[in-house]
């Protein structure tokens, strides 16, 4: 087996139990959070909300400071920090007894939660760039199998041995995958060209947000998420208005895994797709298929019409993180693809930040039925900047940087 096809392996499972492990605890928090003292109802869930989201505030800060790390280091030493960083702020999570701790871990549990993304830019950078999108893909399944398995396992190990050896447990699979990734990962150098640039941070950066393209990318990225994210937290609710069995959180686990499994069986097809025809054809298709299945989960009347048409809006959403990916994979010059992934990461977490609180206000106002219909026309403008980035030909991305780095010298 070459060197190559053993990393991604190992990744792919690494991304199982480290996708799994970050999920697990979902069916349980506000349940935990009850265990720390006598609290009302309102209490519970403002906390439940302030401690999901904290990790992706500091992942948002944090994500493109590992990839710079990473262009400089390598990909392998920062999968390991936050690796065995993730295995230590979950194990502890396990002994607080305070919400103001626990929430303070979750914050540090964001400043080493890029293992994810760092293990798809570990392998967008030894891939080449005409099947990165079928290998990001492929990947893709791996994080989104134990995003699926994930909660109902977590849920089970904590029926059965409580919350603190949950934790524990967690943290132990966490550990598995940073030691399979010590022991098992050989990175292969990026020989860099001799007419490389060494781009500033503010040069980068700068680039990002003046290149029509790129930060087209960008706001999609952030868009994509926003709409996912947005109709989650409210899920359980909308079942529970569309049935009148008395197992509702089975169900709404149930009706949350057939967007998973949406992803996981054509995630891979969508990426091959992308190598095939230009990645960006492929993502406004997505766009354009997520508006057409997401709105008439609105009008739904029955729990498995919502069920059918999550599956097909998983199919549609499951295939564009790897082609977003694999885009920037194509512009990017290799030795700072990194720290412009990272970017990109944080632009995927402002987007799991805005739509939780998007869907959790608008809601509010117009009910969770308009919540879908307004997502709906959230993928309807990614399509737009899409489109307008792809109107007329851009300048390439890396001749756009060498230019911001002399002006900002000059």
């Not at 914050?107 to 830019?121: M, Q």
Request: proline share 3%.
């Amino acid at each position: 087996m070459n060197v190559q096809k053993r990393n991604f392996i190992i990744i792919w499972i690494s991304n199982v139990l480290v996708a799994g492990t970050m999920t697990m605890i979902m069916p349980f928090l506000s349940l935990y959070i009850e265990t720390f003292g006598d609290y009302s109802d309102a209490y519970v869930q403002k906390w439940s909300g302030l401690i999901f989201g904290a990790t992706f505030v500091t992942a948002f800060i944090m994500s493109p400071v590992w990839g710079r790390v990473a262009d400089k280091y390598g990909f392998k030493p920062i999968l390991l920090v936050n690796g065995f960083g993730i295995a230590t702020s979950v194990f502890l999570m396990g002994f607080v007894n305070s919400v103001e701790t626990f929430f303070i871990l979750r914050l540090l549990n964001g400043v080493v939660s890029g293992f994810i993304p760092t293990s798809l830019a570990f392998i967008s950078s030894q891939t080449a760039k005409e099947e990165a999108g079928k290998m990001l893909g492929t990947l893709q399944m791996g994080s989104v199998t134990g995003t699926l398995f994930g909660p109902l396992l977590g849920g089970l190990l904590a029926d059965a041995f409580g919350f603190q050896y949950t934790f524990i447990i967690t943290s132990v699979s966490v550990i598995i995958a940073a030691l399979l990734v010590l022991f098992g990962i050989r990175e292969q150098i990026r020989v860099k060209s001799s007419k490389a640039i060494p781009y500033s941070r503010k040069s980068i950066l700068s680039g990002l947000l003046h290149h029509r393209l790129m930060l087209n990318v960008m706001i999609v990225t952030s868009l994509i998420q926003i709409g996912n994210f947005s109709i989650q937290p409210l899920l359980s609710l909308y079942v529970a208005q569309l049935t009148e069995a008395k197992d509702v959180a089975f169900l709404a686990g149930l009706t949350f895994s057939a967007t998973g499994l949406g992803n996981l069986l054509f995630a891979r097809q969508w990426g091959k797709l992308g190598d095939d025809i230009g990645y960006e054809k492929v993502l406004s298709l997505l766009l354009v298929l997520s508006c057409v299945f997401i709105v008439p989960q609105a009008f739904v009347t029955t729990l498995w019409q919502l069920i059918i048409l999550r599956i097909l809006f998983g199919i549609a959403i499951g295939g564009m993180i790897p082609l977003t990916t694999a885009l920037i994979r194509r512009e990017a010059p290799v030795h700072i693809q990194g720290e412009v992934m990272g970017y990109n990461t944080s632009f995927r977490f402002l987007g799991n930040i805005i739509g939780p609180m998007f869907g959790g206000i608008l809601s509010a106002f117009i009910g969770i039925s308009s919540v879908l219909i307004v997502t709906g026309f959230l993928f309807l403008l990614g399509f737009a900047f899409l489109f307008y980035a792809n109107r007329k030909p851009g300048k390439d991305f890396e001749d756009f940087l060498a230019s911001e780095e002399h002006s900002q010298k000059s």
